[in-house]
């Protein structure tokens, strides 16, 4: 898989996007890259599901965690390549559980999936859920980056494209803000 089919999926879906956004980090932006446009075709989007598990295909992974719409469908489709279990997990004010009905054994190893992050914050979550259940956090697969921030996630991080042209800025400073553009929803 060519990090340029991935580019011509994302363009062909329409899954990034231009407005006024405010991110999961609070910081706003005028791209956003809603990977759900994407999903929407399950059969164009094999490419992504298969590239996240042939990476770590060899790292014995026991669990596949994702959160939300898109982190939950990448989740699930990656386990059924890798034939292991999933594991959803959900926010509530603020903070990341498992979804009741999963769990993870003691020594689990559990890569997390998402579709993008800006700070890493969702991830970082996603691990401290594997640490907290002595399960171990094996590695990180994202979809893309915006090659904003430098990201430790202090584990093996894979991303299938690094996205061009995106920026995050924080509400004080939004050049968007300042024009009054109303907020895209
Ligand atoms: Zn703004």
Redesign the pocket.
Known sequence: MSEQAIAQLIEKTEALQTG?F?LASGL?ASRFFRCIKLLRYPQAAEIIFAEIAHRFANENIDYVLGANEAGSILAFEVAKHLGVEVAIACEKSGTYKLIEGFAFPVGARVLVVDDITTTGGTAKQLLAIARQASAEPVGVGLVATKGLFNIDLSCRTEVLISLQGMDA?S?EN?T??QQQ?P?TT
């Open positions: 006024h405010q706003h800025m509400p939004c968007l803000c553009i907020l």
